[in-house]
């Protein structure tokens, strides 16, 4: 069976992880079609993508969708992240579990060959092991977690019953421009902004404390190079991805070189310090390296200079 993907359904397809993955699947030369709610449609499309508007938890919109589009595979990267779903447990569920369970429902019934989920450290509980194995067992603490388990397992469900082929990343912290404002435990990204624009920073947390990190470049070609992997290669359902671990003050210290101005204090956040001291600083990512040569880009130092060009 060949590799290639055709025609490839991206939910949250106008988030910032989606309109990544998208560019670099048209780039392949992919058909991509996007499903986001309203309010998130992009300025331009590409000739080969189309954007349709409508919402995870609309189970005759997400039959419409596979019906007209008939995509071969799927990026479902549709979620509320951590901080919404903590605010609504309800709509968590409804969205990140009911809506997953709905399309891999479909995905099933229309010959869908590929699914690709983004999971996420979360998905393990506060008393990690660290380094962390692969096979750690996963009992998350909070509802974002729970939610992302809860697909992983059905997902491989419909792999095992329905020969889906049904792939996961589990990232951890994301260094981007594009973290958004309330992600609370995205404050390393969030200082690189403030001090490019001369303002301020008050960390939420310890200098001291740390965790797994990965640069957006890296999660984007990892989603890209993984979901083009040969079947036959993967021995495994889900792969952690590890690039290097983080403190605050490898923070401070990168933008000190740049910024020897930058002005910042410390307000400690406990939930932010606890979450974080509760996250593995190593994820074992040995099976992703061999099974389909995972192999992070950036270092700390690449990924700030890259911050630093890209919010400037
Ligand atoms: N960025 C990270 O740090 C990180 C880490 C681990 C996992 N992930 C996972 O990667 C995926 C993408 O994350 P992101 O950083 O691009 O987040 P994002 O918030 O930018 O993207 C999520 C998208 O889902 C859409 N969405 C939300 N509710 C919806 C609904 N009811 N119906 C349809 N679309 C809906 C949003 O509008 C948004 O465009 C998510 O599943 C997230 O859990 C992200």
Known sequence: MTNEIQTALITGGNGNLGRLVG??????????????????????????????????????????????????????LASLLSGSSAADHRAAWDINATGSFNLL???????????????????????????????????????????????????????????????ILRFPLVISPFAPTTAVTAFPSHAFGAAIRGESFTFPASAECGMSTIFLDDVISSIV?????????????????????????MVIDEILKR???????????NTVQTLIDNWPNVLIDQSARDDWGWQPKYDFAQSAEKMFDMIS
């Open 259 to 269: 910024y020897p101005d930058f002005n910042y204090d410390f307000k400690i956040n």
């Open 23 to 76: 560019a670099q699947l048209l780039q392949r030369g992919v058909k991509v079609v996007k499903f986001d709610i309203p309010g998130t449609e992009p300025a331009q499309l590409h000739d080969n993508e189309t954007v349709v508007i409508g919402d995870m938890r609309d189970q005759a919109a997400l039959q419409d969708l596979l019906k007209q589009h008939k995509p071969d595979a799927i990026y479902h």
């Open 225 to 249: 190079d993984y979901t083009h992997a040969p079947k036959s290669n993967l021995s495994q359902h889900a792969y952690n991805l590890h690039a290097y671990h983080l403190t605050t003050q």
């Open 105 to 167: 429902q479909l995905a099933a019934e229309n010959n869908v060959n590929r699914f690709f989920f983004a999971s996420t450290n979360a998905s393990y509980g506060g008393e990690v092991a660290d380094p962390l194995p692969e096979t750690f067992e996963q009992w998350p603490e909070n509802i974002y977690g729970a939610t992302k388990v809860a697909v992983e397992r059905l997902g491989v469900f419909y792999k095992q019953t329905h020969g889906l082929d049904f792939r």
